[in-house]
Every structure is written in C-alpha cells, then in structure tokens.
C-alpha cells in the first residue's frame, strides 16, 4: 500500500530525506520515528503528493506520488501537524464540505461524519464552533477528517498529541480496529509507548536517513541480545545458578532470583524448570524482563551519533 524507493529531497545543499526506502503492507501500521528535523513530516508530504521528491520514487494505494497526485490525495487520509481547522464553522459543516471535496453524497457524508464524532467522543459537540475546541477535540475532528472518505491508507502525524489518555485510547483503538481491515497505517509519533503497542514495523530516521527498520522484537535483540529471563523462587536459591549452568549462562543472581539470557526459551525454560522442581525447590515466576521501544530508540540513536562523530562525518 506504500511503497518508497531511495526517496530524497533536498534544498540546495540541505539534505531533508535521504534515500529512504519503505514497505507497508496491506493490515499494517508502520511507525516511522526520530527526532524533531530528522526528516518524518517530509516524508510524509511526499506519500502525500504535497511535496515532490528530489529523486527516487514512490507508490501509496497503488498510485505513484510524482505522475499521479490526484489519485493519490483521494486515496490516503492524512492528519498533519497544523489541522488547517476553519474555526467559525461548526463541525457538520467543517466535515460536510471536505465530504464534497471527497465527492461523498450527503447522505453518505453525513453518516460517516455522524458516525466518526461518535466514535471519537465529540457527539455532544455538534452544535459548537470549532473555535471553541480544545486542543484535544481539534486533533480528534482533524482525524475524523482524515478517515472522513474510508481511505485506504492513512498517514498521521502524531496522531494522539494533546489529547487527554482517555481520548487518546479511543485513536489507538481505532488504528487497530481499521488495521484488521486491511488498511495500511504510517504513524510518526514521539510517544515511543504507543508506537510500541500499535506498530507492525517500526523505522527510525535521523538526519533525513533511516537507521534501522524493523519490528520491535528485532529491534530489541539487536540492541540487547537474546531475551533476559529472570526465575524467582520460593526461599533461597542455595546454589542454584551452579546447577544450573549446564543449561543457561546465568547473568546475575540474587537470594532468590537468577537471570539469563536465552535464544530458544521454548526448549530451555521447560528443562530448567524441571530441574529446579528435581532439586526440589518451588518456583515463584519465571518470565522475560521486558525491555522498552524507549531503551531501544535512545541506544540505536546513541550507536548512530557515535559512528557519525568516529567518521567525522557532521551534515
């Protein structure tokens, strides 16, 4: 559904976006993330046909963003950084007239809008001007606007900013559910949790170039290695990691607790649990310490700058 190959713009001698290259699926949601500047709302103006790239190509819904712009626009839903909100309209009439625009008849246009308010909370705000939105609300009709058409592909930009926790449930659970029909999503956002819990595939980009691109899981042991396991039990450990240490590499250990890291926990787990239980000893838990998209982002970030700064290369 997006498609882009070494995707670049330049302004004279400012690299923007260099040469990136994306691959989203049909039921996917990527999440493309960095630092403000690294080049995430660029890329996003060129999927959109906003922007037209320096050099490379790319393709959203099938069209290609260069020599077919009108079909992309009818074809994606995007959310930006500034809503462009006429604010002395009232809501029906803002989405009434971008239902025009999309070519919606009013009977479908209405509903779709009647039905979008309600799933985003802002049915008891009909009859307001925008002017009188809360930041949360406005970003809430701004992406009622965006999925307005039912497009097939959706591009927003920090989806769920400004908007209270229990607003911001209401966005992610939508993505999800519109995922599952088949809708490709790219999402940059700075809120490394969320990204975390929606995305399929997860780029990260810094200085106009991606740096690493992936799923969480791949991310993640590429950064710390095979999962770290920590086994508590019940009493002391009485020598335990010695017992052990035929089957795991035991890392650090406590009165009670152990950790190792383990490449095939589906085959290690269950024969150390059955030698613990041997030696007669009861378990207490045994599970993965769960590391986080924000460890992960800030060390592949930090690897980045120092390669850059051992090459001397500065843009």
């Given at each position: 559904?997006?498609?882009?190959f070494?995707?670049?713009?330049?302004?004279?001698?400012f690299?923007?976006?260099?040469?990136?290259?994306?691959?989203?699926?049909?039921?996917?949601?990527?999440?493309?993330?960095?630092?403000?500047?690294?080049?995430?709302?660029?890329?996003?103006?060129?999927?959109?046909?906003?922007?037209?790239?320096?050099?490379?190509?790319?393709?959203?819904?099938?069209?290609?963003?260069?020599?077919?712009?009108?079909q992309?626009?009818?074809h994606?839903?995007?959310?930006t950084?500034?809503?462009?909100?006429?604010?002395?309209m009232k809501?029906?009439?803002?989405?009434?007239?971008?239902?025009?625009?999309?070519?919606?008849?009013?009977?479908?246009?209405?509903?779709r809008?009647?039905?979008?308010?309600?799933?985003?909370?802002?049915?008891?705000?009909?009859?307001?001007?925008?002017?009188?939105?809360?930041?949360?609300?406005?970003?809430?009709?701004?992406?009622?606007?965006?999925?307005?058409?039912?497009?097939?592909?959706l591009?927003?930009?920090?989806p769920?900013?400004?908007?209270?926790?229990?607003?911001?449930?209401?966005?992610?659970?939508?993505?999800?559910?519109l995922?599952?029909?088949?809708?490709?999503?790219?999402?940059?956002?700075?809120?490394?949790?969320?990204?975390?819990e929606?995305?399929?595939?997860?780029?990260?980009?810094?200085?106009?170039?991606?740096?690493?691109?992936?799923?969480?899981?791949?991310?993640?042991q590429?950064?710390?290695?095979?999962?770290?396991?920590?086994?508590?039990?019940?009493?002391?450990?009485?020598?335990?990691?010695?017992?052990?240490?035929?089957?795991v590499?035991?890392?650090a250990s406590?009165?009670?607790?152990?950790r190792?890291?383990?490449?095939?926990?589906?085959?290690?787990?269950?024969?150390?649990?059955?030698?613990?239980?041997?030696?007669?000893?009861?378990?207490?838990?045994?599970?993965?310490?769960?590391?986080?998209?924000?460890?992960?982002?800030?060390?592949?970030?930090?690897?980045?700058?120092?390669?850059?700064?051992?090459?001397?290369?500065?843009?």
């Open positions: 559904m997006i498609e882009a070494e995707l670049s713009k330049s302004y004279d001698d690299i923007a976006v260099d040469t990136v290259n994306l691959n989203v699926p049909a039921g996917t949601v990527f999440a493309l993330l960095g630092p403000n500047g690294a080049g995430k709302t660029t890329t996003v103006r060129m999927l959109t046909s906003i922007l037209a790239p320096t050099s490379g190509s790319a393709r959203v819904a099938g069209y290609d963003v260069t020599r077919q712009p009108e992309v626009r009818a994606v839903g995007v959310l950084e500034q809503h462009g909100l006429y604010e002395r809501a029906l009439e803002y989405l009434e007239f971008f239902g025009r625009v999309y070519g919606l008849g009013p009977a479908e246009r209405k509903r809008a009647l039905s979008l308010m309600e799933r985003f909370g802002l049915e008891d705000a009909l009859d307001k001007r925008l002017g009188e939105y809360s930041k949360g609300m406005k970003q809430k009709l701004a992406l009622t606007r965006a999925m307005l058409h039912n497009p097939p592909v591009l927003l930009d920090e769920t900013s400004a908007m209270d926790p229990q607003s911001a449930r209401q966005v992610r659970d939508a993505v999800i559910e995922q599952r029909d088949a809708r490709a999503f790219l999402i940059t956002t700075h809120n490394l949790s969320e990204a975390q929606l995305a399929h595939h997860i780029a990260i980009i810094r200085r106009g170039r991606i740096i690493a691109s992936g799923s969480f899981e791949t991310l993640s590429r950064i710390a290695g095979d999962p770290l396991m920590e086994l508590r039990i019940v009493g002391e450990m009485n020598g335990l990691a010695n017992d052990v240490a035929d089957l590499t035991v890392e406590g009165k009670d607790w152990l190792y890291r383990v490449r095939e926990p589906q085959v290690v787990n269950p024969a150390l649990v059955r030698r613990v239980t041997d030696l007669g000893l009861q378990i207490l838990t045994l599970a993965p310490l769960s590391r986080t998209l924000e460890e992960v982002y800030l060390q592949i970030m930090h690897e980045d700058e120092t390669k850059e700064n051992a090459n001397g290369n500065y843009r």
